[in-house]
């Protein structure tokens, strides 16, 4: 019953290294999403994709870059990681934007 | 665009009170509104949902009507547990996004 995964769940950077957070999922939905949360801020949009094949910027896109591997994988990219980066990362997924499942988050620190 | 206002925290209350939390939102067209609750450590769940004006969304004894005229989806419940503690996001979806407010975080004691 593995849901959404993310990987990895914890992870320290330095000032200008790149990573990638990895996000899957096995219950078929179309969407996928990566959202960001700080404290105060709630969660905010980064990028998103409605369907296999298509993405699209949310709310806070830049600095980041994804690609939707296939239907089940949906990644995020840090090129030039910097402090203001320094977040936990959620990836969700739906079915055509209904309920949203979430992923445990992955915990960012860039120094 | 869309957003979400929802009352800032923290709330604190003890066991048995009373819980609202505002829930105010600016959409076009005809947004479904949501509320996710979010545990210590956890990502975010789905709590209840509306998907029309006068629509009353209910799960776990918390309640929220979707009020068009007045653009809010308040969340209640009557008489909270220390297992209610936990951070409260509303949301609305348009299309295929959904935004969501900063959160509320509750505290109940025993």
């Known amino acids: 019953n593995a849901g959404v995964t993310q990987t990895p769940k914890f992870q320290v950077l330095k000032t200008g290294q790149s990573m990638t957070l990895q996000c899957a999922q096995d219950?078929?939905?179309?969407?996928m999403y990566w959202y960001r949360q700080d404290p105060g801020m709630g969660l905010r949009l980064i990028y998103y994709?409605?369907?296999?094949?298509?993405?699209d910027k949310g709310e806070v896109p830049n600095g980041y870059n994804v690609s939707r591997l296939n239907k089940r994988e949906f990644s995020l990219r840090l090129e030039s990681a910097a402090p203001s980066q320094t977040s936990v990362y959620f990836c969700?997924?739906?079915?055509?934007?209904?309920?949203?499942?979430f992923g445990s988050g992955t915990q960012l620190s860039v120094l | 665009g869309d957003s979400v206002t929802q009352m800032e925290g923290p709330v604190t209350l003890s066991e048995e009170a009373f819980l609202t939390i505002n829930c105010t939102y600016t959409?076009?067209?005809?947004?479904?509104l949501f509320w996710y609750v979010q545990y210590p450590g956890e990502g975010l769940q789905l709590l209840l949902k509306?998907?029309?004006?006068?629509d009353k969304g209910s799960n776990k004894g918390f309640e929220a009507t979707y009020r068009k005229e007045t653009t809010s989806f308040h969340l209640e419940k009557g008489s909270v547990q220390v297992s209610d503690s936990a951070v409260y996001f509303c949301?609305?979806?348009?299309?295929?996004?959904?935004?969501f407010g900063a959160g509320t975080t509750v505290t109940v004691r025993a």
């Open positions: 969700a997924s739906s079915e055509a934007g209904e309920k949203l499942f």
């Open positions: 949301a609305l979806r348009n299309d295929y996004k959904l935004s």
């Open positions: 509306a998907t029309k004006a006068d």
């Open positions: 219950m078929n939905h179309n969407s």
């Open positions: 994709s409605a369907s296999e094949g298509t993405t």
């Open positions: 959409a076009t067209g005809y947004p479904s």
